[in-house]
């Protein structure tokens, strides 16, 4: 049972542009939401998170938000750079001490 | 970056031999994990350690064993290998933070299995 989704294996945007990634989970225990950005060959790295007592999170370029009604987020990468072609992973945890993560995005920007 | 390393990075091995894999950390974290990433599955969750020789499993634990008689190591062990263990292997490790529950990720091994 997969309980947190990432229904777009990939993604194509241009430089400059938007992107968007969706996350949808399903147990209504999870209450910490995180990004994680991975490039080849290297171990994933931390993005930024977002706890449920928020909707909104922002980190320079990138934007998380939560819609706990619908258990349902999205990273927001504006403006997209080349740089950002990597796959990324969403994670969930409502114990703490263990996540549960998606089965990841790959985004490609495009020049 | 967070002190965490992984050896070996690369390994092939055969059907049925031990395998053990390590990770070192110096950031004096509690919490350390053992994540396999297969196409289509993103992270599994191994087994986890919460402190020296306090281990839990994790999703996908069939096979495999762990141990941490120290803080900084945590080690990965399959047993017996099978094809089905052909993977990229990660460590995490994770602080106690209150509110923040990040895991920061070692640099992986890529294990296969002939």
């Known amino acids: 049972d997969q309980q947190v989704k990432q229904n777009s294996p990939s993604l194509s945007v241009q430089e400059g542009r938007i992107s968007i990634l969706n996350c949808d989970y399903t147990n209504s225990m999870f209450d910490y939401f995180l990004w994680y950005k991975k490039y080849p060959a290297e171990g994933p790295t931390f993005l930024i998170s977002?706890?449920?007592?928020?909707d909104k999170n922002e980190d320079g370029r990138f934007t998380v938000f939560l819609n706990k009604s619908a258990k349902h987020l999205s990273l927001h990468i504006v403006p997209s750079q080349p740089g950002d072609s990597a796959v990324y992973f969403c994670a969930a945890t409502g114990t703490a001490s263990k996540l549960t993560f998606g089965t990841g995005t790959r985004l490609q920007v495009t020049l | 970056d967070a002190g965490i390393t992984q050896s070996p990075r690369h390994k092939v091995t055969e059907t049925g031999t031990p395998v053990t894999l390590r990770c070192h950390q110096t950031?004096?974290?509690?919490?350390m994990y053992w994540y396999r990433q297969d196409p289509g599955h993103g992270l599994r969750l191994i087994h986890y350690?919460?402190?020296?020789?306090?281990?839990d499993k994790g999703e996908v634990s069939d096979g495999y064993s762990v141990s941490r008689s120290k803080t900084e190591d945590f080690l990965l062990t399959l047993e017996s290998a099978t094809s089905s263990q052909t993977s990229v292997y990660f460590c995490a490790i994770m602080g106690i933070k209150t509110g923040s529950y990040e895991q920061y990720f070692g640099p992986g091994t890529r294990l296969t299995v002939t």
């Open positions: 977002i706890s449920s007592i928020k």
């Open positions: 950031e004096n974290h509690r919490y």
């Open positions: 350690s919460y402190g020296v020789k306090d281990t």
